[in-house]
Structure formats: structure tokens, C-alpha cells
Nanobody
């Protein structure tokens, strides 16, 4: 079993930046791919970004050029650097870990964090 602890959410003005972190513990040997999803009120959970153990990345079109995902394999930690934030980025952000990087766009499997709120004001 994998335990995930997220941090870094908060309230920021439009144009500002935040950095989310997600640290994994427990049965981390099964972790290959790490990613972030978000869910705004009344909307479906959507993939924001994903990264493989080897560093391959995948981003939602809406965040390309503004968000950067990275990971520290030694610390079993994934980060999401968010810049030029927009009110439309307001959502609960969830960390997700799984075996197969290539499944990220297709299902909501794997292990989930508890979520961290990001609120971007006008």
C-alpha cells in the first residue's frame, strides 16, 4: 500500500505561482509513473500532467507552457510548479501514482492523495 501526502496548495492572485508537492511512502517499489489531476466544482476530474520514471512528460493543453511537472526518484516525490495561474485553474489538485505511465490519459487507476485546494482569484 502506498501513502501519499500532498502540500503546497493555497490562495493566489491571477498571474501568481504555486508549487505542489506529493511525497509517497509505503510500498513505493511499484511506483513508475506519477502525475497530477484536478477537479473543479461540478466538473470531472482531469489529467493535468504526468511524468514517467525516466522523465517523459505529458501535459493538458490548458497548462502547457505554464505548469512543469518534475520528480525526485530518491525521495519518491513529485512536484507541480504552476506559473501564470488563471482563475480557471481553481480546483482541488490530486496526486496520482501508478505502474504504467501510458495509462494516464485513459483511466483513474492507481493510488491517490487526499487532494489540495488551489484557488486563483481575479
Amino acid at each position: 500500500q502506498v501513502q501519499l501526502v500532498e502540500s503546497g496548495g493555497g490562495l493566489v492572485q491571477a498571474g501568481g505561482s504555486l508549487r505542489l508537492s506529493c511525497a509517497a511512502s509505503g510500498s513505493t517499489f511499484s511506483i513508475n509513473a506519477m502525475g497530477w489531476y484536478r477537479q473543479a466544482p461540478g466538473k470531472a476530474r482531469e489529467l493535468v500532467a504526468a511524468i514517467s520514471r525516466g522523465g517523459h512528460t505529458n501535459y493538458a493543453d490548458s497548462v502547457k507552457g505554464r505548469f512543469t511537472i518534475s520528480r525526485d526518484n530518491a525521495k519518491n516525490t513529485v512536484y507541480l510548479q504552476m506559473t501564470s495561474l488563471e482563475p480557471e485553474d481553481t480546483a482541488v489538485y490530486y496526486c496520482n501514482l501508478r505502474r504504467n505511465y501510458y495509462t494516464f490519459p485513459f483511466d483513474l487507476g492507481g493510488s491517490w492523495g487526499q487532494g489540495t485546494q488551489v484557488t486563483v482569484s481575479e
